[in-house]
């Protein structure tokens, strides 16, 4: 079992930045990704990371502006969001993955969920 805490998240103004963290309480070669989910959507995957090498995903939506990053001798994946969109506005969880049979950006790939963090973009 994987325990996963978020934090970092808060609220910015248009074209700020904001920096997730995720600690898990272990991890080796865990595929570990942040998902959001805005009221009436869908949690969908925003990016992920290989933390036993150098895999890394982005949603189309986010490439360019967000940056995933591990630190393995701590246990963290950070999210680093760079010039935020009040579309950007979600609940944003972490997740390590437990199967491989679908794409990462699908929540169902995952068992192990941290409690989230809010970020609001406003414009």
């Known amino acids: 079992q994987v325990q996963l805490v978020e934090s970092g998240g808060g609220s910015v103004q248009a074209g700020g930045s904001l920096r997730l963290s995720c600690a898990a309480s272990?991890?080796?070669?865990?595929?570990i990704s942040w998902f959001r989910q805005a009221p009436g959507k869908e949690r969908g995957g925003v990016a992920g990371?290989?933390?036993?090498?150098?895999?890394?995903n982005y949603a189309d939506s986010v490439k360019g502006r967000f940056t995933i990053s591990r630190d393995n001798a701590k246990n963290t994946v950070y999210l680093q969001m760079n010039s935020l969109k009040p579309e950007d506005s979600a609940m944003y969880y972490c997740?390590?993955?437990?199967?491989?049979?679908?794409?990462?950006?699908?929540?169902?790939?995952?068992?192990?969920w941290g409690q989230g963090t809010q970020v609001t973009v406003s414009s």
């Open positions: 997740a390590a993955r437990t199967r491989y049979d679908r794409p990462w950006f699908r929540a169902d790939q995952y068992d192990f």
């Open positions: 272990a991890y080796s070669k865990d595929y």
């Open positions: 990371i290989y933390t036993g090498g150098t895999f890394i």
